[in-house]
């Protein structure tokens, strides 16, 4: 499978990503906290925390319906 390489990308680029992990452990609510500059990279971070089934399920004692969580994305060409 070949990719294309977004032009605009020169030099490395961080996205943050901000989403909830449900008690089922499903992500949810998945968005861009801060932009990379490059609406492609900050689109496939978003894409791939969409694309997890589950990041198992939350623990029995833990008494919320969620996580919050902030994570990034380095790109580096």
């Known amino acids: ?6 032009p605009r990308i020169g030099q490395a680029q961080r996205v943050y990503i901000t989403f909830d992990v449900l008690r089922d452990g ?8 801060q932009s990379s500059g490059v609406p492609s990279l900050d ?6 925390i969409q694309r997890i089934d589950t990041f198992g399920p ?9 996580v919050s969580v902030e994570f990034w994305f380095d790109y580096k060409r």
């Open 43 to 48: 689109q496939s971070a978003v894409r791939a």
């Open 1 to 6: 499978m070949k990719y294309e390489v977004d």
């Open 58 to 66: 939350l623990p029995p004692d833990y008494s919320g319906n969620k």
């Open 26 to 33: 499903r992500p949810a609510s998945v968005q861009v906290e």
